[in-house]
T-cell receptor
Framework: GAVVSQHPSWVICKSGTSVKIECRSLDFQATTMFWYRQFPKQSLMLMATSNEGSKATYEQGVEKDKFLINHASLTLSTLTVTSAHPEDSSFYIC??????????????FGPGTRLLVL | SQQGEEDPQALSIQEGENATMNCSYK?????LQWYRQNSGRGLVHLILIRSNEREKHSGRLRVTLDTSKKSSSLLITASRAADTASYFC???????????FGAGTRLFVKA
Protein backbone atom coordinates (compact mmCIF):
# COMPACT_ATOMS: atom_id res chain seq x y z
CA GLY A 1 0.00 0.00 0.00
CA ALA A 2 0.88 3.66 -0.25
CA VAL A 3 3.37 4.95 2.28
CA VAL A 4 3.72 8.37 3.84
CA SER A 5 6.74 9.26 5.91
CA GLN A 6 7.43 12.12 8.28
CA HIS A 7 10.69 13.58 9.45
CA PRO A 8 11.72 14.06 12.14
CA SER A 9 9.76 11.63 14.28
CA TRP A 10 10.37 13.77 17.33
CA VAL A 11 11.96 17.11 18.06
CA ILE A 12 12.75 19.10 21.17
CA CYS A 13 13.47 22.77 20.78
CA LYS A 14 13.76 25.95 22.78
CA SER A 15 10.97 28.48 22.88
CA GLY A 16 11.28 31.00 20.07
CA THR A 17 12.92 28.73 17.54
CA SER A 18 11.34 27.51 14.32
CA VAL A 19 10.84 23.86 13.54
CA LYS A 20 10.31 22.31 10.12
CA ILE A 21 8.48 19.00 9.70
CA GLU A 22 8.55 17.14 6.41
CA CYS A 23 5.85 14.91 5.01
CA ARG A 24 6.67 12.71 2.03
CA SER A 25 4.58 10.39 -0.08
CA LEU A 26 7.07 7.64 -0.88
CA ASP A 27 5.48 5.72 -3.70
CA PHE A 28 2.79 7.97 -5.12
CA GLN A 29 2.23 11.55 -6.08
CA ALA A 30 -0.02 13.55 -3.83
CA THR A 31 -1.51 16.78 -5.12
CA THR A 32 -3.12 17.28 -1.74
CA MET A 33 -1.76 16.63 1.70
CA PHE A 34 -3.27 17.40 5.06
CA TRP A 35 -1.77 18.49 8.36
CA TYR A 36 -3.32 17.55 11.68
CA ARG A 37 -2.43 18.34 15.27
CA GLN A 38 -3.23 16.13 18.22
CA PHE A 39 -2.92 17.15 21.84
CA PRO A 40 -2.61 14.45 24.51
CA LYS A 41 -5.73 12.37 24.97
CA GLN A 42 -7.54 14.35 22.30
CA SER A 43 -8.56 13.72 18.73
CA LEU A 44 -6.88 14.86 15.54
CA MET A 45 -7.69 18.41 14.55
CA LEU A 46 -7.28 19.37 10.91
CA MET A 47 -4.98 22.37 10.65
CA ALA A 48 -4.67 22.89 6.93
CA THR A 49 -4.92 21.41 3.47
CA SER A 50 -1.71 21.60 1.53
CA ASN A 51 -2.06 21.96 -2.23
CA GLU A 52 0.86 21.36 -4.57
CA GLY A 53 1.86 24.53 -6.31
CA SER A 54 -0.57 26.80 -4.53
CA LYS A 55 -1.28 28.28 -1.14
CA ALA A 56 -2.46 26.08 1.69
CA THR A 57 -6.00 26.33 2.97
CA TYR A 58 -6.11 26.82 6.72
CA GLU A 59 -8.88 25.80 9.06
CA GLN A 60 -10.58 28.42 11.18
CA GLY A 61 -8.50 29.41 14.14
CA VAL A 62 -5.18 28.22 12.72
CA GLU A 63 -2.66 31.03 12.27
CA LYS A 64 -1.22 30.81 8.79
CA ASP A 65 1.72 33.03 9.69
CA LYS A 66 2.65 30.75 12.55
CA PHE A 67 2.22 27.45 10.75
CA LEU A 68 3.85 27.87 7.35
CA ILE A 69 3.04 25.19 4.82
CA ASN A 70 4.93 24.64 1.60
CA HIS A 71 3.95 21.96 -0.91
CA ALA A 72 6.61 22.48 -3.53
CA SER A 73 6.49 19.07 -5.15
CA LEU A 74 4.04 16.23 -5.64
CA THR A 75 5.76 14.15 -2.98
CA LEU A 76 6.73 16.67 -0.31
CA SER A 77 4.87 19.03 1.98
CA THR A 78 6.54 20.86 4.84
CA LEU A 79 5.06 22.42 7.96
CA THR A 80 7.15 25.04 9.71
CA VAL A 81 6.17 26.03 13.22
CA THR A 82 7.58 29.53 13.53
CA SER A 83 8.68 30.97 16.86
CA ALA A 84 7.49 27.89 18.66
CA HIS A 85 6.18 28.19 22.21
CA PRO A 86 5.40 25.52 24.80
CA GLU A 87 1.71 25.58 23.86
CA ASP A 88 2.71 24.42 20.37
CA SER A 89 3.97 21.16 21.85
CA SER A 90 1.86 18.50 20.22
CA PHE A 91 1.78 15.50 17.91
CA TYR A 92 1.72 16.64 14.28
CA ILE A 93 0.43 14.17 11.70
CA CYS A 94 0.28 14.53 7.94
CA UNK A 95 -1.73 12.56 5.44
CA UNK A 96 -2.03 12.27 1.70
CA UNK A 97 -4.54 10.93 -0.76
CA UNK A 98 -3.98 9.07 -3.98
CA UNK A 99 -4.60 11.44 -6.86
CA UNK A 100 -7.76 10.17 -8.49
CA UNK A 101 -10.53 7.68 -8.78
CA UNK A 102 -11.95 5.52 -6.04
CA UNK A 103 -8.51 5.16 -4.53
CA UNK A 104 -8.77 8.81 -3.61
CA UNK A 105 -11.15 7.84 -0.82
CA UNK A 106 -8.36 6.46 1.27
CA UNK A 107 -6.01 8.68 3.20
CA UNK A 108 -2.56 7.49 4.10
CA PHE A 109 -1.23 8.87 7.33
CA GLY A 110 2.33 9.53 8.29
CA PRO A 111 3.65 8.17 11.58
CA GLY A 112 3.54 11.60 13.21
CA THR A 113 6.08 14.04 14.63
CA ARG A 114 6.15 14.75 18.32
CA LEU A 115 7.17 18.32 19.08
CA LEU A 116 8.21 19.43 22.54
CA VAL A 117 8.95 23.09 23.04
CA LEU A 118 10.80 23.93 26.22
CA SER B 1 -13.53 21.83 13.10
CA GLN B 2 -14.51 18.52 14.59
CA GLN B 3 -17.56 16.80 13.22
CA GLY B 4 -18.03 13.54 14.99
CA GLU B 5 -19.04 12.76 18.48
CA GLU B 6 -18.21 9.37 19.83
CA ASP B 7 -19.50 7.43 22.73
CA PRO B 8 -18.51 6.12 25.01
CA GLN B 9 -15.46 8.30 25.61
CA ALA B 10 -13.86 5.39 27.41
CA LEU B 11 -14.68 1.70 27.59
CA SER B 12 -13.17 -0.98 29.78
CA ILE B 13 -14.00 -4.63 29.12
CA GLN B 14 -12.68 -8.11 29.78
CA GLU B 15 -10.83 -10.06 27.14
CA GLY B 16 -13.26 -12.12 25.09
CA GLU B 17 -16.11 -9.64 25.40
CA ASN B 18 -17.42 -7.57 22.53
CA ALA B 19 -16.76 -3.83 22.36
CA THR B 20 -19.17 -1.44 20.68
CA MET B 21 -18.32 2.16 19.91
CA ASN B 22 -20.66 4.69 18.38
CA CYS B 23 -20.05 7.76 16.27
CA SER B 24 -22.40 10.54 15.22
CA TYR B 25 -21.75 13.21 12.65
CA LYS B 26 -23.46 16.35 11.46
CA UNK B 27 -23.22 16.77 7.70
CA UNK B 28 -23.83 14.77 4.57
CA UNK B 29 -20.91 12.44 3.91
CA UNK B 30 -19.26 10.47 1.11
CA UNK B 31 -17.87 7.88 3.46
CA LEU B 32 -16.96 7.17 7.05
CA GLN B 33 -13.76 5.59 8.24
CA TRP B 34 -12.63 4.02 11.48
CA TYR B 35 -9.07 4.29 12.69
CA ARG B 36 -7.14 2.85 15.58
CA GLN B 37 -4.32 4.59 17.42
CA ASN B 38 -2.10 3.03 20.02
CA SER B 39 -0.85 5.40 22.69
CA GLY B 40 1.55 7.93 21.24
CA ARG B 41 1.63 6.25 17.85
CA GLY B 42 0.30 6.89 14.37
CA LEU B 43 -3.07 5.97 12.95
CA VAL B 44 -4.02 2.59 11.56
CA HIS B 45 -6.85 2.54 9.03
CA LEU B 46 -9.36 -0.14 9.96
CA ILE B 47 -12.29 0.10 7.62
CA LEU B 48 -14.08 2.48 5.26
CA ILE B 49 -17.82 2.39 4.67
CA ARG B 50 -19.40 4.38 1.88
CA SER B 51 -22.59 6.39 2.25
CA ASN B 52 -24.55 3.86 0.18
CA GLU B 53 -23.44 0.94 2.34
CA ARG B 54 -25.10 -0.13 5.56
CA GLU B 55 -22.76 -2.72 6.98
CA LYS B 56 -19.25 -3.92 6.45
CA HIS B 57 -17.11 -6.65 8.00
CA SER B 58 -13.40 -7.12 8.29
CA GLY B 59 -12.17 -9.96 10.46
CA ARG B 60 -13.43 -9.30 13.99
CA LEU B 61 -14.66 -5.85 13.03
CA ARG B 62 -18.19 -5.00 12.05
CA VAL B 63 -19.15 -1.47 11.06
CA THR B 64 -22.64 -0.17 10.47
CA LEU B 65 -23.74 3.12 8.97
CA ASP B 66 -27.13 4.76 9.32
CA THR B 67 -27.17 7.89 7.18
CA SER B 68 -30.70 8.79 8.26
CA LYS B 69 -29.49 9.06 11.84
CA LYS B 70 -26.03 10.24 10.84
CA SER B 71 -24.43 7.60 12.98
CA SER B 72 -22.08 4.66 12.76
CA SER B 73 -21.00 1.90 15.08
CA LEU B 74 -17.86 -0.18 15.33
CA LEU B 75 -18.13 -3.61 16.90
CA ILE B 76 -15.04 -5.55 17.87
CA THR B 77 -15.91 -9.14 18.67
CA ALA B 78 -13.97 -11.44 20.98
CA SER B 79 -11.72 -8.61 22.11
CA ARG B 80 -8.08 -9.16 23.00
CA ALA B 81 -5.73 -7.25 25.27
CA ALA B 82 -3.92 -6.14 22.11
CA ASP B 83 -7.08 -4.29 21.01
CA THR B 84 -6.41 -1.76 23.75
CA ALA B 85 -6.14 1.56 21.89
CA SER B 86 -8.06 4.69 20.96
CA TYR B 87 -10.56 4.34 18.14
CA PHE B 88 -11.63 7.26 15.98
CA CYS B 89 -14.30 7.67 13.38
CA UNK B 90 -13.65 10.14 10.59
CA UNK B 91 -15.87 11.45 7.83
CA UNK B 92 -15.35 12.78 4.34
CA UNK B 93 -18.01 15.38 3.67
CA UNK B 94 -20.02 15.30 0.48
CA UNK B 95 -18.48 17.58 -2.11
CA UNK B 96 -15.24 17.97 -0.23
CA UNK B 97 -12.21 15.91 0.52
CA UNK B 98 -11.25 16.97 4.00
CA UNK B 99 -11.42 14.25 6.63
CA UNK B 100 -12.79 15.31 9.98
CA PHE B 101 -12.24 13.20 13.06
CA GLY B 102 -14.52 12.38 15.93
CA ALA B 103 -13.48 12.73 19.54
CA GLY B 104 -12.53 9.08 19.87
CA THR B 105 -13.18 6.21 22.25
CA ARG B 106 -10.44 4.90 24.49
CA LEU B 107 -10.80 1.14 24.75
CA PHE B 108 -9.10 -0.84 27.49
CA VAL B 109 -9.26 -4.63 27.28
CA LYS B 110 -8.27 -6.38 30.47
CA ALA B 111 -6.52 -9.72 30.16
Amino acid sequence: GAVVSQHPSWVICKSGTSVKIECRSLDFQATTMFWYRQFPKQSLMLMATSNEGSKATYEQGVEKDKFLINHASLTLSTLTVTSAHPEDSSFYICSARLPSGRARETQYFGPGTRLLVL
Amino acid sequence: SQQGEEDPQALSIQEGENATMNCSYKTSINNLQWYRQNSGRGLVHLILIRSNEREKHSGRLRVTLDTSKKSSSLLITASRAADTASYFCATDETGGFKTIFGAGTRLFVKA
